[in-house]
């Protein structure tokens, strides 16, 4: 695994309930819990720098499901898209692309989530040079659950990824490559792209520099510099 060291590296813990929580629309009926899930921070793609909107997400699994909670401050929504498949990349977003299989020229999953809970997914094979060889944008990510909400300065994505799709399913010791990113766009129109783990390029299409996604069991709690 010495190829991957230097990537970024998220702790993937398994789900929780808050207990007696009755309603949470992808999370099976019941409230996740999200308090012993690290919160990993979004810097800028190209240089990892500061961002101007701070951005962060979490995540956890279940043999069924993958959950994603993506919170952005957000003083500003430039939105217009409302079908599936609309080119959301062109406005405000959040982004999640995954790679099962450890195969840098795909195919990955590209998951986009707009602020009015519009979602783009497509499958995508890459070039090796930061391009796109092909897409499958009629690909539709079957039993995907999102939805969005706002609190105060807040905009707050969730994801619920099912991975009956996947045939390397989340389990203790598994890993998928991935990466998270936002677009924001502000009252100048000027845009600022971020990334997890940041590309070096305003290109989110550089599967070499996806991080790593680890499925940890309930008993574990590691290190990175332990692994």
Known sequence: MSRDMDLKQYLCRPAKWIVGSETASVGEGRQL??????AAPLSETVDGGAVI??????????????WFRIRCTDHHVFSRFTQRDEPLYEEDVVELFIEEGHQEAGPYVELELSPHNVVFDARVWNDGQGGIARIDVEW????LRTEVVRQ???????????????????????WWRMNAYRIDQDE??????????????????LPARFGMLRFLDQ?????IEEE
């Open 219 to 223: 008993g574990d709690n590691p290190t």
């Open 152 to 174: 105060g300065d807040e905009l707050i994505y969730h994801l619920a990824i099912p991975t009956a799709g996947f045939a390397r399913k989340p389990a203790p010791g598994a």
């Open 188 to 205: 100048n129109g000027v845009r600022q792209y971020q990334a997890w783990s940041p590309t070096g390029a305003v290109n989110y299409h």
């Open 33 to 38: 819990d999200w308090s012993e899930c690290e």
């Open 140 to 143: 539709n990510m079957e039993g």
């Open 53 to 66: 909107e701070p951005t962060e997400f979490q995540a956890c699994w279940s043999p069924d499901y993958v």
